[in-house]
């Protein structure tokens, strides 16, 4: 079992930066892959970046590239979002998630993944 919380939400004026930090409970964090999803209101949940387990491969939106970065520490269960040069269309509820499976792959797919943080609101000021 697996539980995250996320946190580093706020809010930010268009063009700054915030850290999301999601900290996972359970022992077997480092065998799943993570991920980044976020709602906006209005909308449907939607990817925004991936991790595999031992973090040496990535994945983002198209929208993300080159903003956003995705790491992961295992020793600490934790998992991080930077997010730089902030878009007044990045505001939205920001979930992490954990794929509950045993694989070196990341996914890119909500239903790839089988537990699911809180959220944490962003909001960025144009």
């Known amino acids: 079992q697996v539980q995250l919380v996320e946190s580093g939400g706020g809010l930010v004026q268009a063009g700054g930066s915030l850290r999301l930090s999601c900290a996972a409970s359970?022992?077997?964090?480092?065998?799943?892959?993570g991920g980044w999803f976020r709602q906006a209101p209005g909308k449907e949940r939607e990817f925004v970046a991936a991790i595999s387990r031992g973090g040496g491969i990535t994945a983002y939106h198209d929208s993300v590239k080159g903003r956003f970065t995705i790491s992961r520490d295992n020793a600490k269960n934790t998992m991080y979002l930077q997010m730089n040069s902030l878009k007044a269309e990045d505001t939205a509820i920001y979930y992490c998630?954990?794929?509950?499976?045993?694989?070196?792959?990341?996914?890119?797919?909500?239903?790839?993944?089988?537990?699911w943080g809180q959220g944490t609101q962003v909001t960025v000021s144009s």
């Open positions: 998630a954990a794929s509950g499976r045993y694989s070196g792959s990341y996914y890119t797919a909500e239903h790839e993944y089988y537990y």
């Open positions: 359970g022992r077997t964090f480092n065998s799943y892959a």
